[in-house]
């Protein structure tokens, strides 16, 4: 779960983070700021880094950030605390690093939707396709008794009408299985934006 939401968040973040640092603001007054909320999992990470900070129990910001690349799943929010240390330790330019990531993420993240809506290409066509015909042919063949009358037993033999319908509820139930099937494979398959 953690790392869905790393993934979901790590861009707003590093925009965020751009814009404020492009306008003067310094990097512990921005991480003060996204851990104030609005981030997900960032905001919490960044809101007790803060507090630690701010408590005088810490040994400086570069050793919590180091701490929380341990605490990080997802790459790109393993890569934005990367940089952010590279920065406090070695003086890089941040700033032009964030854009950096921030237009790669973006690039990362049209591919993972241009993949998923090329593998769900089918997906509403085979819904559309098993939710209208799959009822139909069961209408059909539970009208067949009544279609045919007296024909139907000189072809088929005796009908059973119970029968007849447990065979039409069995097919509509495995019609909204397999329509839920199809659904819960797109809905697996999500990059998770």
Do not use: C, W
């Amino acid at each position: 779960m953690r790392k869905l939401d790393e993934k979901k968040e790590i861009l707003y973040v590093i925009r965020t983070l751009d814009v404020l640092m492009s306008s003067g603001v310094g990097l512990e007054a921005a991480l003060h700021t996204i851990g104030k909320g609005g981030y997900g999992i960032i905001s919490s990470d960044f809101s007790s880094l803060m507090k630690k900070l701010s408590s005088g129990k810490s040994r400086g910001l570069e050793f919590e950030v180091k701490g929380l690349m341990n605490k990080a799943e997802s790459e790109g929010y393993r890569r934005l605390l990367n940089t952010m240390y590279t920065n406090l330790t070695q003086n890089t330019d941040l700033i032009e690093t964030l854009r950096k990531q921030g237009k790669r993420m973006e690039e990362d993240r049209s591919e993972s939707v241009n993949k998923y809506i090329e593998e769900l290409g089918g997906v509403p066509e085979t819904l559309l396709s098993i939710g209208m015909i799959g009822p139909i042919i069961l209408a059909i063949v539970g009208l067949v008794p009544q279609i045919l009358g007296d024909g139907a037993e000189a072809i088929i033999g005796s009908i059973d009408q119970g029968l007849i319908n447990s065979i039409v509820n069995g097919g509509l139930m495995f019609t909204l299985i397999g329509m839920m099937l199809i659904g819960l494979k797109a809905h697996t398959k999500d990059p998770g934006l």
